[in-house]
């Protein structure tokens, strides 16, 4: 397996490889000050191989630098998380140390559910979102392309939030949440558009 990005994500990601005795065999990086990671290689990005996961944390660039690229994409869970048989986890996608993912959630492609994060029975969480240590998707949420869920943030049964939105740490979210906003708080609310 190759990695795209040589910084901390990538190195939580190597942990994981390595406890599924999954071979890292390099990573690829734009920053020519960086030629290796917890003694890995790291190469220039003229000519990449797959199988590859994009280890790069922020979801714009992860998408951006996935598009950019024609070939096959890995998944990498480590043996801690605990995932239902009934869960669908697409290409590209991490699950990190004692995650937990329920029965029939669906998780898109090059998604990140972090650290100790749980992803409830049927959520369907699209594709390049990230959610951070220790959030909580309660049964039969919806996360639209690209939003990042902050870490410890709890969102109750049913909600949807819309594509590209940042929901700040901590917070509580008990109504929906539209595409391109910053929202916060218990009984998140939005603090502003985040559209360019």
Known sequence: MYLYGASGHAKVIID????????????????????ELLGYPVSRVHEVKGPLIVSIGYNA??????????????????????????????EGSVVMQGAIIQSCATIGRHCIVNTGASVGHDCRVGDYVHVSPHSTLCGNVTIGEGSWIGAG???????KIGKWSIIG????V???IP??????????????NTRA
């Open 16 to 35: 994981i490889l390595v406890d599924n005795n999954v071979t890292v065999e390099g990573l690829y990086d734009d920053n020519s000050s960086v030629t």
């Open 61 to 90: 660039v992860r998408k951006k630098i996935v598009q950019s690229l024609d070939v096959l994409f890995g998944t990498a869970k480590h043996s801690s998380a605990i995932i239902s048989s009934e869960a669908t986890i697409q």
């Open 153 to 159: 943030s709890t969102v109750i049964p049913g909600i």
């Open 169 to 172: 740490a901590g917070s509580v």
């Open 174 to 176: 008990v109504r929906d």
């Open 179 to 192: 595409d391109n906003v910053l929202a916060f708080g218990n009984g998140c609310k939005i603090i502003k």
